[in-house]
């Protein structure tokens, strides 16, 4: 790895920690320099990783620089942290002693982990600009004739980027659609920031079941997975990773399946998958205790059905055994998630879904969120009850029904009940039954729900005495109803309106589908410059806060993979036979490039692709680097849908 640091506005300092860490038992060895002030290298052994070493050749670099090191003993990967700041001392870079600087104390083992260093920190601090080096070396790696440094690396560096380059043109030909060299590049990060996001991550989830009154560990499990951002979200989330694959598999079928195979090992013999993967003490350690028990009895859109489609659809058309033992080793874990769904997550009417999970006695949400659908505080029925059900979940369920009869069909076994499944839950007429408003002419949930609500401070107790400083100031605010919740549809217009156009069951002759495209189209409603917004700005909860402190996550805001599957679904409305095409055409052009173009604007203004885009001037918003979903941007450019 070739490290260059450059500051084009003024000269300073930077200090950079490369560190190696046991969990659990090992071996570290570092090798010092003559003088003793640094570390030239570290050999180690793993029972995982087997012998390797981690080697920091001499820079070549003009400018100063200094070493330093620490080799100390940590209790866990979670507390390095604590462990580096424990070894920092203050000394000063110039001779005068003007400039102080954090350096590394060497080596400093506590007496009682004497013999077990397990944490050892290489630091280098320089002026800018300043260029290094760092080897890794395996030691099951024995064949190299040279070390992987300097000319050595160049060389090798240029014929991999070369392949790539390459390889990208002919998966996703973007010359031929005439986009610029800059453009290319953008595409180009998106996609190798998504591979370059997949890990390999060991241990076992805190799960609560019903059938235990505390928390327990899920099993020890490997996971082979995507991560949505390395720096933010740098973990596995069960919804995410099918828009993830949506892109690998394109890219490489091979690593694809493994990851989707990984996922699905997960299941317990339930059913049913936890759907964020926070594995060992050092993930839990970064993720807010609310979010760390994961419940065996909430859900998580089951997208890992949208890269099996693509896949499945690709060997179908091929007769190879390793795609047959895939599909004979995917089918039975198929059939039992989707039975837990079909269990645990029906709705109190025949052929309803409702997502499990929502918070029934909370006073603090302007509408209770509802994690398990993905789209967290999108708004849902006001006040919980057994009597909603939503419209995206029946949506994904007839999804996931017509994936496993398809399967099963190609594999010769008897596939009758989930293709009649199937053919209920596309049924128009069912659905138009269950989920049509015709108040509002949308698609929409049902439940207990008011949109006269807002949020107030609690209001002071009666007696106050003079000068007495009134409670409520130090408390939150709560929910205020203004209205009484009726049973009915909830007529928040937004991507959950749009679920059965997004995942395309609407039929393409429908008049349904004409409504459809013209609220797309609506400002009021979700078009933007920029993309799609998530809701409607005539919606009542547009854009306000959930608490007092839940800034707006899924009330506005551009997400792209949701972007992704109307481009996707305007894409087929366009090509199938039906009275809409030239509609879907005229939508499908405006709306790939207001995506494209803003997506490039920002990545060119601000270096990164963000978690969501605002909706009003297109900036980005949320995490980044964000090369999780938001790089479908580069399918989109290439106008790859199946």
Not at 125 to 153: C, K
Request: charged letters at 25%; aromatic letters at 12%; glycine letters at 6%.
């Amino acid at each position: 790895m070739v490290i260059y640091l450059q500051d084009a506005n003024k000269a300073g300092l930077v200090s950079l920690m490369f560190y190696v860490a046991l969990d659990g038992q090992g071996q570290i060895e570092p090798i010092l320099s003559k003088s003793g002030q640094h570390i030239k290298a570290v050999n180690g052994y793993t029972e995982d990783l087997g012998h390797f070493k981690l080697i920091f050749p001499k820079s070549s670099s003009n400018t100063t620089h200094k070493y330093n090191y620490l080799l100390t003993y940590s209790p866990s990967l979670d507390k390095l942290k604590d462990a580096m700041m424990n070894g920092i001392r203050v000394d000063a870079w110039d001779k005068a002693r003007k400039v102080p600087y954090f350096v590394l104390g060497g080596r400093q083992v506590p007496r009682e982990a004497e013999g077990q260093a397990n944490f050892a920190v290489f630091q280098v601090t320089a002026e800018l600009p300043y260029e290094m080096e760092v080897v890794f070396e395996s030691g099951s790696y024995v064949d190299r004739p040279e070390r992987l440094q300097g000319p050595v690396f160049d060389e090798a560096m240029k014929k991999h980027e070369t392949a790539f380059d390459k390889k990208f043109e002919n998966i996703f030909d973007l010359k031929a659609r005439k986009f610029s060299e800059d453009q290319i590049n953008f595409a180009k990060a998106a996609l190798s920031n998504m591979v370059g996001g997949i890990g390999y991550f060991y241990g076992a989830s805190i799960v609560q079941s019903v059938y235990n009154e505390e928390p327990i560990l899920y099993w020890n499990a490997p996971l082979y997975t995507g991560v949505p951002s390395r720096s933010f979200f740098p973990r596995g989330f069960l919804w995410d990773e099918g828009f993830h694959n949506l892109l690998i598999s394109k890219w490489n079928p091979t690593i694809s399946k493994d990851i989707l195979s990984h996922w699905l090992d997960l299941l317990n013999n339930e059913g049913w998958i936890p759907r964020e993967q926070i594995l060992g003490v050092e993930a839990r350690a970064r993720v807010p205790g609310e979010f760390v028990v994961q419940r065996n009895q909430n859900a998580n859109p089951p997208t890992l059905i949208l890269p099996l489609q693509r896949l499945i659809r690709h060997m179908l058309k091929g007769d190879i055994e390793r795609d047959e033992a895939f599909l004979k080793a995917v089918l039975p874990r198929l059939k039992s998630w989707f039975q837990w769904y079909n269990t645990t997550q029906l709705g109190s009417k025949p052929f309803t879904y409702r997502w499990k999970g929502r918070e029934i006695g909370t006073n603090r949400e302007l509408n209770p969120k509802t994690l398990t659908s993905g789209l967290d505080d999108y708004p849902r029925a006001s006040h919980p009850t057994d009597d909603e059900y939503h419209v995206d979940l029946r949506c994904w369920m007839a999804l996931a029904s017509g994936l496993i009869a398809d399967i099963a069909k190609a594999l010769g076994e008897d596939n009758r009940e989930y293709a009649a499944t199937h053919a209920l839950l596309t049924n128009n007429g069912l659905l138009d039954e269950l989920h049509w408003s015709e108040k509002k002419q949308q698609y929409s949930d049902y439940g207990l729900h008011t949109d006269k609500v807002r949020l107030d401070r609690p209001k002071p107790p009666p007696n106050l005495h003079p000068g007495q400083r009134p409670p409520q100031m130090n408390q939150d605010k709560v929910r205020v109803v203004l209205s009484d919740p009726q049973l009915g549809f909830v007529n928040a217009f937004g991507y959950v309106s749009l679920f059965p156009f997004l995942l395309k069951i609407v039929e393409p002759t429908s008049p349904k589908l004409a409504r459809i495209l013209a609220d797309v189209q609506n400002e009021r409603h979700i078009w933007t410059d920029f993309g799609l917004r998530s809701l409607g700005q005539s919606t009542a909860l547009y854009n306000r806060y959930n608490t007092e402190h839940d800034a707006p996550y899924w009330r506005g805001a551009i997400w792209i993979n949701m972007n992704y599957l109307a481009v996707s679904a305007l894409d087929y409305y366009r090509k199938a036979p039906g009275p809409y095409k030239s509609q879907a055409e005229e939508v499908y052009t405006q709306l790939r490039n207001n995506l494209i173009n803003n997506m490039y604007k920002q990545y060119q203004k601000t270096g990164y692709i963000w978690e969501n885009y605002d909706d009003k001037v297109g900036n980005g918003k949320g995490s980044h680097p964000f090369t999780g979903w938001s790089g479908l941007i580069t399918l989109i450019m290439a106008e790859i849908y199946d």
